[in-house]
């Protein structure tokens, strides 16, 4: 008899941080929204990863330096090694990428991660980013939920 496990794995959250840069008055970035990476139903006999994708939606207005978006490393400690949490101490493990390929971890442009830009906004135009998630195949955990909450942070 075969027996398969069900694990859900929720979406992330994210936080926009946005200010305003001394002496460009006027000057505004603001997150218009966010869509959290959801893998849904993650099985243990999967033989291929589960991929998913969020995204986050912004938009600036008298901006002329570039803006950057980092994410932080999560409830695991490292962005190369990010895991959502589960029943007990169980952990799922995730990555979170800047590229469709996902070969770049998204994190905050330093220790082999990547990040989005530095590149100079658009004025007035809503800029959508897309986040690519993934979640490896062939991890043997107990049925659950498991989640992990990722900071970003917007530059400009």
Do not use: H, K
Not at 61 to 88: H, K, N, V
Not at 101 to 114: A, E, H, K, Y
Not at 145 to 156: G, I, P, R, S
């Amino acid at each position: 008899m075969s027996m398969t496990r069900r694990n859900r794995a929720a979406a992330f959250a994210v936080a926009g941080v946005c200010g305003l840069l001394p002496g460009l008055a006027g000057a505004v970035c603001q997150i218009r929204s966010t869509i959290g990476v959801s893998f849904g139903t993650y099985l243990t006999t999967d033989l291929l990863p589960r991929d998913s994708a969020g995204s986050i939606t912004y938009r600036c207005e008298g901006q002329i330096t570039p803006i950057t978006i980092d994410f932080s490393a999560g409830g695991s400690g490292t962005p190369l090694a990010r895991s959502m949490a589960g029943p007990g101490a169980q952990r799922l493990e995730y990555n979170l990428y800047v590229d469709a390929t996902r070969l770049i971890v998204w994190g905050n442009g330093t220790s082999g991660t990547g990040r989005y830009g530095p590149v100079v906004p658009l004025f007035g135009v809503e800029v959508t980013v897309p986040i690519f998630g993934r979640i490896p195949a062939g991890q043997a955990i107990p049925a659950g939920a498991y989640a992990d909450t990722v900071v970003m942070t917007v530059t400009f």
